[in-house]
C-alpha cells in the first residue's frame, strides 16, 4: 500500500529540477536503499528516501523526479507523524516549484484537502494493520516483511498482538527497533565451481541481526546451494553450524535474533566446524 503524489511546475517555462538541489533544499535527511533495502544516509539516487530523524526512524518517503516533475511516495502503513511530514514536504515542494497545486493518486487537488488526506492515510494505516494482524492469526504467513526505512522488519503474531491497528503504538515500534545499535547483515552470494553460495559476515563482539533461516530479499537471487557465516580470514563455517551452537535468545523480530560471539567462541566454532568454500 503506498500513497503517491506528483508535482508539476506551472507556467511557460520549466526549469531543470536536480536532484541534490532539490533534496538539500527539503531539509531533512536522505538516503537510498542499498541491494538488501538497507538505509545507506546521506547518498542521493535515481530513487531517495526523505525523513526527519527527530520523527522517529518508520520507513522514509521516497523521492524521485521524472521529466522534472517530483514524485514523492509514502508506504503505508506507518506512523502519523511521516504521515504529517509527507504533506509537510508536498507543500514546501509545491512552493518551490510556485504552485498551490498536486496530483495525488491520480487526482489534481490543492492545499485545503490535505487535513482530510492525514485522516484518510492514518486510517489506511490502520486497516493495513489490521490485514496484516488477521492474515498472520488465520495462518495466511508465518510473518510479514515490510521496508523500514533502516532495513526490512518482519512482523510477525507477537508483534502484531502489542501492535494491533494502533498507529501510534506502529510508529513507536518502528522507531525502538531501527534504533537499535545493531549491524543488520545481508548476505553476499558467490558462484563457486557452477555452485551458488551465500555469505554473511560476522565480526567478534558486535550485535549482528541474522535470519533464523537465511534467504535473499525478495527473492531476487534463486538457486543458492549452501549458506555461510565468514568471520574473517580463514574462518568460515557453515550457517546451521552457526545456529546451532549460538544464544539466539536476544530477539530481533520475527524472523531474526541478534547475534554477538567473541574471539574466542568464533575460534571454538571454527575449531570445531571450520570449513573451505
Known amino acids: 500500500m503506498s500513497v503517491n503524489i506528483t508535482i508539476k511546475q506551472t507556467g511557460l517555462f520549466k526549469k531543470t529540477l ?3 538541489t532539490v533534496i ?9 536503499n542499498d541491494g538488501n533495502f538497507r538505509l545507506c544516509e546521506n547518498e542521493i539516487g535515481e530513487y531517495t528516501l526523505l525523513f526527519n530523524r ?17 514524485n514523492l511516495r509514502l508506504s503505508l502503513p506507518t506512523g502519523e507523524k511521516e ?49 496484516i494482524k488477521n492474515d498472520l492469526n488465520n495462518n495466511k504467513y508465518k ?21 494491533g491497528n494502533d498507529v ?10 531501527q534504533s537499535r545499535d545493531v549491524y543488520y547483515a545481508a548476505p553476499k552470494v558467490y558462484n563457486t565451481d557452477g555452485k551458488l553460495i551465500g555469505l554473511y559476515a560476522v565480526m567478534p563482539d558486535n550485535p549482528t541481526v541474522l535470519p533464523d533461516k537465511p534467504y535473499i530479499v525478495l527473492n531476487q537471487i534463486e538457486g543458492i546451494e549452501e549458506w555461510y557465516i ?15 551452537n549460538i544464544d539466539k535468545s536476544n530477539y530481533y523480530d520475527a524472523n531474526h535474533f541478534v547475534a554477538q560471539v567473541s574471539n574466542d567462541e568464533i575460534n571454538t566454532l571454527v575449531s570445531q566446524y571450520g570449513t573451505e568454500i
Do not use: W
Open 18 to 20: 536536480h536532484p541534490e
Open 24 to 32: 538539500k533544499n527539503c531539509g531533512l535527511s536522505y538516503g537510498i
Open 54 to 70: 527527530e520523527n522517529g526512524l518508520a520507513r522514509g518517503i521516497e523521492f524521485s523526479l521524472d521529466n522534472n516533475e517530483i
Open 83 to 131: 504521515i504529517s511530514l509527507f504533506y509537510e514536504l508536498t507543500k514546501k515542494l509545491c512552493r518551490m516549484l510556485k504552485t498551490k497545486k498536486f496530483c495525488r493518486e491520480g487526482e489534481t487537488v490543492g492545499f485545503d484537502s490535505i487535513e482530510q488526506f492525514i485522516q484518510d492515510d492514518i486510517k489506511g494505516s490502520e486497516c493495513g494493520l489490521e490485514m
Open 143 to 163: 510473518y510479514m516483511q515490510i521496508f523500514g526505512l533502516i532495513n526490512p522488519i518482519s512482523l510477525g503474531v507477537n508483534e502484531m498482538q502489542k501492535i
Open 168 to 177: 501510534s503504538r506502529f510508529e513507536k515500534y518502528l522507531d525502538e527497533l
Open 230 to 244: 565468514f568471520f574473517g580470514e580463514g574462518k568460515i563455517i557453515k550457517y546451521e553450524d552457526l545456529i546451532n
